[in-house]
């Protein structure tokens, strides 16, 4: 845990974590109950998923422009900007709630915004940690992350229904304060989080494109943004799979339920580890070991088809996902050029997160095409084949641990940019 202590002596990272997971775990509860209100004016399950689909699609759509503004302008400034319209947007809903007034288009409005609002603000605080901590810190402050996300996603939900249950418009009062003390906060940083001068007067397309060439050229991102994609549209798949079988099983829906408060509290103990298990494996070694981690579940999964299996099974996968999340993500942001993490952050999580919608699509296909425990098994071999691509790659398997990963060079205040491409663990990066 030294680590985590060493974190909470660094007043700019505390604040800054603490914000974001007051704000997040608010934003739990809102994307929890957008569908339930959606569903609740218009009687249409088309609605209530509209409700949700804009959100992501909102925080997608702005990830590519998002990243080239963090890397051009103060960092603070975005994230308060980002919470700020939080603050507005949610109260919008309150006073509309207060009134007897709350309408879809006024809903989806929201949603949509606030997605937007939330991909704003990513690329801008990854590239914030990178500047208030060492690259030796990046590991656990990544653990930290993800701890506060399986957190945020075990209560968030269950929050959102007892506030719900008191009045429609309670949960989106509660979020409104969660963005609100998140705006507080990040005004206590003092860290300078401005970004290279050299930025500020290109052409935004040519920032974008300068973010893209980078991943290009560098083996190690080509092969992590391809795998990154195609993991998460194979394992949200095998997701969607077991809990429709489950709901196809006419099992209670406290039961399933059971599946995904298992797989948050095993998310939670696994990120607590994850600096540990960083520490002592190779950071290729434990992507590899993370990339194979659901594959042998799925074969109890395929054999029977109850709560209690399902659950055991996806929370074993996801303990280890936490370190492998964290290790290969620090690996990443410390040997980026810092007048580059917000694009190069932003460009490989909008490519990670495309592939998502197709998940519940490629789940009921497989459902209705081979039948419950064939598409668990069908899709347990293509995540197989998914993992091959990590562990074939001399690039990902050669990454070592966090004491041994190389400095980025320093910025070139003459040109904000265009380093060269750097080696991993002395590789060069064809």
């Known amino acids: 845990m030294s680590g985590y202590r060493a974190l909470a002596r660094n007043h700019d990272f505390t604040v800054l974590w603490l914000g974001q997971t007051i704000s997040e775990l608010g934003s739990r509860v809102s994307t929890f109950v957008f569908p339930l209100l959606a569903f609740a ?3 249409s399950l088309l609605a209530a998923a509209a409700a949700e ?4 699609l909102g925080m997608a759509g702005v990830l ?7 890397d051009r302008l103060d960092r603070r400034r975005i994230m308060r900007w980002a919470s700020g319209g939080g603050v507005v947007l949610y109260s919008s809903l309150v006073v509309a709630g207060v009134a007897d007034a709350l309408t879809v288009p006024h809903l989806l409005a929201v949603a949509l915004l606030t997605g ?5 603000f990513a690329p801008a605080e990854m590239s914030a940690v990178r500047a208030v901590l060492p690259v030796t810190d990046l590991p656990t402050a990544l653990s930290q992350q993800q701890a506060r996300q399986h957190v945020a996603g075990l209560l968030g939900a269950p929050l959102g229904g007892a506030l719900y249950a008191v009045t429609r418009w309670l949960p989106f009062a509660a979020d409104a304060v969660t963005f609100a003390i998140s705006w507080v906060l990040l005004g206590r940083i003092r860290t300078d989080l401005s970004a290279p001068a050299a930025t500020a007067h290109r052409r935004p397309t040519r920032d974008v494109a300068e973010g893209i060439r980078f991943i290009a050229r560098h083996r190690l991102f080509r092969v992590l943004v391809v795998w990154s994609a195609l993991t998460n549209l194979t394992v949200n798949a095998l997701f969607f799979v077991a809990v429709l079988r489950l709901v196809e099983g006419g099992f209670a829906a406290y039961q399933i339920g059971l599946v995904e408060t298992a797989a948050g509290v095993c998310g939670i103990l696994g990120a607590l ?3 540990w298990l960083i520490d002592r494996m190779r950071t290729g070694r434990l992507t590899v070991a993370v990339a194979w981690s659901f594959v042998p ?10 709560p209690a299996v399902v659950a055991a099974a996806l929370a074993a996968g996801l303990f280890l996902n ?5 290790g290969i993500g620090a690996y990443r942001m410390a040997v980026t050029p810092p007048e580059l993490i917000g694009r190069v952050q932003a460009t490989m999580q909008f490519v990670s997160m495309a592939a998502m919608p197709l998940a519940p699509v490629v789940a009921g296909l497989l459902l209705a095409g081979v039948g419950g425990g064939a598409a668990v098994a069908v899709l347990g071999l293509l995540t197989a084949a998914v993992a091959l691509i990590p562990t074939l790659s001399t690039s990902v398997r050669s990454v070592p641990r966090p004491r041994d990963w190389p400095q980025p060079p320093p910025t070139d205040p003459r040109t904000g940019g265009d380093h060269p491409v750097l080696a991993t663990s002395g590789r060069p990066a064809a």
């Open 41 to 43: 004016l218009t009687g």
């Open 53 to 56: 689909a804009v959100f992501l």
């Open 64 to 70: 590519l422009p998002a990243g080239v503004l963090a």
């Open 116 to 120: 937007v609002a939330a991909g704003v």
């Open 273 to 275: 580890v994850a600096p």
């Open 297 to 306: 579940l799925v074969v109890p999964m395929a054999l029977w088809n109850h």
């Open 322 to 326: 936490p370190a492998g999340n964290a």
